[in-house]
T-cell receptor, first 112, second 112 residues
Framework: GENVEQHPSTLSVQEGDSAVIKCTYS??????FPWYKQELGKGPQLIID?????GEKKDQRIAVTLNKTAKHFSLHITETQPEDSAVYFC???????????FGIGTKLQVIP | EAQVTQNPRYLITVTGKKLTVTCSQN?????MSWYRQDPGLGLRQIYY???????DKGDVPEGYKVSRKEKRNFPLILESPSPNQTSLYFC???FGTGEKLFFGSGTQLSVL
């Protein structure tokens, strides 16, 4: 089955700096790669996603890049703000988008 | 308001006492799924359902049962809970597949 590795597990940045979280996947058939943000005491919330036929996608301060050949994808957050502090999960879907495999999560702390 | 509702939010039980965690969504989603979240392991998929009466195993289905008799409800059943099922559980739904998941607020289960 699919295996998703995510790193780093924790990340501290100064407010205004950029943050990058990286994930690799094992199943070359995976074709949808979402990122979820989980705030304390809440369920994960989708923040951005990318399909395998696209190399990069941006939404304001966040962007995701995908390298299908190397089987890795990354989340980029620019101009970080304290409210960006949360746990971020990457995921990969396979089996016709039915099975979803998550990474272990990255705890991002933005220091004011 | 569009939402996924899980109940209860917190549950403490003893080994072997059957329990059910309910999940309901009001978005007319076809796809529903259950995950458990454990430190250092991220989110792991337990079961998913593509539609009424259609369910399939995720990565960690042992010790769990599900049913999908109505489109809006997807209960998670632990027939004989054990301490290794102590975890934070999330229900999620989406329109047709595992894309763009909407998560509930979670159920913290402790099995003594």
């Amino acid at each position: 089955g699919e295996n998703v590795e995510q790193h780093p597990s924790t990340l501290s940045v100064q407010e205004g700096d950029s943050a990058v979280i990286k994930c690799t996947y094992s199943d070359s058939a995976s074709n949808y790669f979402p990122w979820y943000k989980q705030e304390l005491g809440k369920g994960p919330q989708l923040i951005i996603d990318i399909r395998s036929n696209v190399g990069e996608k941006k939404d304001q301060r966040i962007a995701v890049t995908l390298n299908k050949t190397a089987k890795h994808f990354s989340l980029h957050i620019t101009e970080t703000q304290p409210e960006d502090s949360a746990v971020y999960f990457c995921a990969a879907t396979s089996g016709g988008y039915q099975k979803v495999t998550f990474g272990i999560g990255t705890k991002l702390q933005v220091i004011p | 308001e569009a939402q996924v509702t899980q109940n209860p939010r917190y549950l403490i039980t003893v080994t072997g006492k059957k329990l059910t965690v309910t999940c309901s969504q009001n978005m007319n989603h076809e796809y529903m799924s259950w995950y458990r979240q454990d430190p250092g392991l991220g989110l792991r998929q337990i079961y998913y359902s593509m539609n009424v009466e259609v369910t399939d195993k995720g990565d960690v289905p042992e010790g769990y049962k599900v049913s999908r008799k109505e489109k809006r409800n997807f209960p998670l059943i632990l027939e004989s809970p054990s301490p290794n099922q102590t975890s934070l559980y999330f229900c999620a739904s989406s329109f047709g597949t595992g894309e763009k998941l909407f998560f509930g607020s979670g159920t913290q289960l402790s099995v003594l």
